[in-house]
């Protein structure tokens, strides 16, 4: 589910923005993008977030203002200073060079100093970060509960638009078998009266079963019932999103048998739709979390 959240929170010595922003994923990934000095703070941060978010592609911004989190440090490279005098008096010892090196040269000469920061104390920062981040997801899941309300109606209009035409299906399935029972007993008695040696019953009966087979029925049940599961889970109040896809697979599967099975022409057509529906509905959970 897509959403943004932003929070400030401040102090004297410094300011703290947090943004949050989600996009559709199907499992939890959290991407942090943090000062490298404030690391340590990474697993809180995380802990904050799953606390209400189960679901998503989670980015999460936080820049600090104010005084430097770290400390400029300079000191001489001594090993290599060192090995720049040596040589230089190498140089005097074997040609008649008249110099000194002066503090003007060294400073000319590359690597001779090393910088380093040194982080600093920042145990009142701690405390403005985790607000602010609290805040922001919160923002956020208020984004997110809002455009779900939207989801919510959506969903369950589908839903009953399927329901309405798996009750369809299932009124029009018996005259399906009905007429296909009786264009295969007469196909099949006008084909015995050139073939008197044929055993006639048996004939039919292969007939019967053969139609049998093409009974739809257990599907309609199994398709009906996941209509209702479909419901229910709308009105649960827990992470869903998983099960919706669960769900949505299986009703396809049902489908497809229905298609394979059902040997008529509205039976095509009313497959077609439902699965048309069903794409409809798997695209919108995937915006549920």
Excluded at 161 to 187: C, F, G, I, W
Aim: charged share 30%.
């Amino acid at each position: 589910m897509t959403g943004y959240g932003r929070a400030i929170s401040e102090n004297q010595r410094h300011r703290v923005s947090v943004e949050v922003k989600s996009v559709n994923h199907r499992y939890l990934d959290i991407s942090l993008n943090i000062p490298r000095q404030l690391f340590y703070l990474e697993d809180k941060i995380k802990q904050i977030i799953k606390s209400s978010i189960k679901r998503g592609k989670l980015y999460f911004y936080l820049t600090v203002d104010g005084e430097s989190l770290t400390s400029p440090k300079v000191e001489t490279n001594w090993p290599i200073l060192e090995q720049y005098i040596r040589e230089c008096q190498q140089i005097f010892e074997r040609y008649p060079i008249q110099n000194e090196i002066g503090i003007s040269d060294l400073l000319q000469l590359p690597d001779l100093f090393l910088t380093s920061e040194t982080p600093l104390d920042a145990g009142d920062l701690e405390p403005l970060i985790i607000k602010a981040a609290d805040r922001a997801v919160k923002d956020l899941t208020g984004m997110r509960k809002r455009e779900g309300e939207h989801i919510y109606n959506d969903l369950s209009e589908r839903n009953d638009t399927l329901q309405k035409m798996v009750l369809e299906l299932r009124d029009y399935a018996p005259s399906v078998k009905k007429n296909y029972m009786e264009r295969l007993e007469k196909h099949v008695l006008e084909f015995l009266q050139g073939h008197a040696d044929i055993d006639e019953q048996r004939l039919l009966t292969e007939a019967a079963v053969f139609a049998d087979k093409s009974n739809i029925d257990e599907e309609l049940t199994r398709l009906t019932s996941h209509t209702k599961q479909f419901a229910e889970l709308l009105d649960a109040h827990e992470p869903k999103g998983r099960k919706f896809d669960f769900l949505i697979q299986e009703m396809n599967r049902e489908v497809n048998t229905i298609g394979s099975k059902g040997n008529d022409v509205l039976i095509s057509r009313f497959v077609v739709d439902i699965k048309s529906e069903l794409e409809k509905i798997r695209e919108q959970v995937q915006n549920v979390e």
